[in-house]
Structures are given as structure tokens and as C-alpha cells.
């Protein structure tokens, strides 16, 4: 059998974060750009093209052995054009619509008797759930955009439709967790997540979750794996929850690698993307266990700082632990333009986290010493 050749639609970070592996495993990975200065075409074969042109992404798939995604955006009638062509596409197009669309996803959620908030379909009108509540757009939406907290009817009827309206739930932190899925049903997760948000964008995420007990870490997990069988997920799927009290309540699904799941990479003995090529090639799945006590990844985001490579004078000094990677993005205010994570072990979750936010303030210019 020769080695087989991996198309991606999409060649950001997450693309360009599955080389390594997909090096490290001999598989070909091609990829499917919007342009060759994205993060990932940068250093992997791809073909420039319009992901919304089926045509175009049909001919790129026929010199694939099976074609997988790291956004959200490919449209449904692109997958679908894929699947009818006799493409392996994963996930399927009636998986990956539960990361594409609000909505659909609550009522799935509903379907397989796991916890949503109370929510409803507005398309006009007066709102059913009791203000302040939570506006979604059902499609198009990512780290904040097209999410609206609305405190009164007419702010409400400002809003373009249809939405999503969800209760305004009162948590007490946000918590992720990965799983992994294969074509013949072997599944696995990872250590719960905590992820920490501001302004609708992850800045920090810190593994396992503190203080988090059994019962519930078990609770995650089982709902993560009654979500991957129960929509046939084949790759690596991310479930955003909102913890509440002592149970959860699931937020959004992102059928993808993840930035939830950055940590893996060092932290776990086997990274979320080397399991999503393993999941979608239907290989035998890898062990998620941790490799260390805890893991601690921040984002780095732009800032006043251009120059990305001079800080690693400091920082790799102060913290030779720390570990970076960027993904030679353009810097932009706000812009996610790479990570680093810190391992650690024993009772130093603490110190892990102020070394994590220095390097954090110092690539971002906010410090300079």
C-alpha cells in the first residue's frame, strides 16, 4: 500500500499545524489555499483556489485519498458535490452541518436528550425567553463574532434574522474537551479544558481543569463521546460547555482541530491533529493520555510588537521550558498569530500560568522587560 495523499480545504494555522505529523506518519498532505501567503501553504503543497467553487474543489479532491476540512465555512452544496463524486469527505456533510449551523445543532443536542439551554428560532417578533438573553447568528459566527447579549425587546428587533436566542445562562467557567472518532466507530478524549475567554476570543486554556471533580471530568467525556456516535463524526471534535453549578450545559461544536486542543501538541501523547489524520485515514487511534501534571497554553495575539522573532531572546531565557510556535501570520491588533504552552508538575499550576501570561504580554508589546 502506498502512502496516502490528505486534502485539506482551508491552510491556516490548523492546517499548518497537521505538517508535522503528517510528515512524522509519511502521508502526503495537500492542501486547498485561498492564497499561497496563508499560514499553512507556506510550508506545504497546495493548490490556490475559491473553497466556495465546487468545481474547483472537486478537481483538487481527485487527487486525494480522502479530503477533510480546518474551517467551517466550505459550503454544505461544496460536500455535498464531493460526496455525489464519489469522495471520502470527513466529517460527512450531515456531520459537519452541526458545526455550521446553530440551530440544527441545538435540535440534535435535543434529539440525543443532552443538556441545552433554553432556546428558541426567532425570525420576528416577541422573544419567548426572558431578557437579558443570548443572540446567535445560526451560521457564520466564530471567537465572538455574530453573538449579541440583548437586554431588551427592541435591541432585540434591531438585530438582523432568523437568530438563535438562547437563555443567558449564570456559569461558572467555561470548559472544552476533545474527541477523536474513526470510520468504525473506535473513539477517544482528552483531558476537559479550561478555557479562559475575553472578548469572545480564548486567550489562555489551562489542562486538566482545576479542581475539577471525577464525577464531572466523566460527565464531559461522556457527553463528547454521545455527540461523536450520535452524529457519526469521523476526525476530531471539539465540545464547548458551559459549566454551571455542578453539571453542563453545551455551548457550540467545532468538528475540527481545535484551539481548545493546542495543548495536546506537547501535552498529550498523542496531538489532536496527529488523531485527526489517524481518525480520517481510519487508523487505529492514539493514546490521549497526559504527559504531564498540567499544560498550560495561551494565544498569542497581536499587538504593538511586528517583530515576532526577537522576543525569543528573553523569553526562551527566562523560560526554556516554554514552548512557541507561531504561525507567520500578518500582525494585526487581536489577531491569533501562534501559541505557546508550558508543562509542568506537582503544585505549580500558578507559577505556569504567570509564566504563560509574561510571554503573553511580551510578544504582544504590552511589557518590554
Known amino acids: 500500500m502506498t ?43 497546495h493548490t490556490v483556489g475559491d473553497y466556495q467553487d465546487s468545481q474547483a474543489v472537486l478537481a483538487f479532491a481527485k487527487n486525494c485519498d ?11 452544496s461544496v460536500i455535498r458535490t464531493l460526496e455525489a463524486n464519489g469522495i471520502r469527505v470527513y466529517p460527512r456533510a450531515d456531520s459537519f452541518i452541526f458545526s455550521q449551523d446553530k440551530l440544527a445543532m441545538r435540535e440534535k443536542m435535543d434529539e440525543l436528550e443532552l443538556p441545552n439551554p433554553r432556546y428558541q428560532k426567532y425570525l420576528g417578533g416577541k422573544a419567548m425567553l426572558e431578557f437579558p438573553l443570548i443572540a446567535k447568528a445560526p451560521t457564520g459566527g466564530y471567537d465572538g463574532r455574530g453573538v449579541w447579549v440583548v437586554n431588551s425587546q427592541e435591541e432585540l428587533e434591531a438585530l438582523p434574522t432568523p437568530l438563535l436566542l ?63 456516535q450520535g452524529i457519526n463524526l469521523v476526525g476530531v471534535m471539539a465540545v464547548e460547555l458551559f459549566q454551571v453549578g455542578d453539571r453542563f450545559i453545551i455551548n457550540e461544536l467545532a ?82 498569530i501562534g501559541h505557546v504552552t508550558l508543562l509542568g508538575d506537582g503544585d505549580n499550576l500558578v507559577e505556569l500560568i504567570h509564566e504563560v501570561d509574561h510571554a503573553l504580554d511580551y510578544l504582544s508589546g504590552a511589557i518590554d522587560e
Open 3 to 45: 502512502f496516502p495523499t490528505v486534502g485539506v480545504i482551508g491552510a491556516g494555522q490548523l492546517a499548518r499545524m497537521m505538517v508535522a505529523p503528517a510528515t512524522e506518519l509519511g502521508i502526503n498532505l495537500s492542501l486547498f489555499a485561498a492564497h499561497s501567503e496563508d499560514s499553512a501553504a507556506q510550508v506545504c503543497d
Open 66 to 76: 480522502v479530503v477533510t476540512f480546518e474551517h467551517e465555512q466550505v459550503p454544505q
Open 166 to 228: 438562547e437563555e443567558k445562562l449564570d456559569f461558572t467557567r467555561e470548559v472544552a474537551i476533545m474527541v477523536a472518532r474513526s470510520p468504525h466507530g473506535q473513539a477517544a478524549t482528552w483531558s476537559p479544558t479550561w478555557t479562559v475567554q475575553r472578548d469572545g476570543i480564548c486567550t489562555t486554556t489551562v489542562t486538566p481543569v482545576p479542581e475539577l471533580s471525577d464525577e464531572l471530568a466523566i460527565a464531559a467525556s461522556s457527553i463528547a463521546l454521545t455527540i461523536a
Open 255 to 336: 468538528l475540527r482541530p481545535h484551539n481548545s486542543g493546542h495543548w495536546t501538541i506537547e501535552g498529550s501523547k498523542t496531538s489532536q491533529f496527529e488523531q485527526h489524520l489517524r481518525a480520517v485515514l481510519d487508523l487505529p487511534l492514539g493514546d490521549t493520555s497526559r504527559t504531564s501534571d498540567w499544560a498550560v497554553m495561551g494565544n498569542i495575539l497581536g499587538g504593538e510588537k511586528s517583530d515576532m522573532y526577537r522576543p525569543y531572546l528573553h523569553l526562551m531565557a527566562r523560560t526554556p521550558a516554554l514552548k512557541f510556535h507561531h504561525y507567520r501570520k500578518k500582525v494585526k491588533p487581536g489577531r491569533k
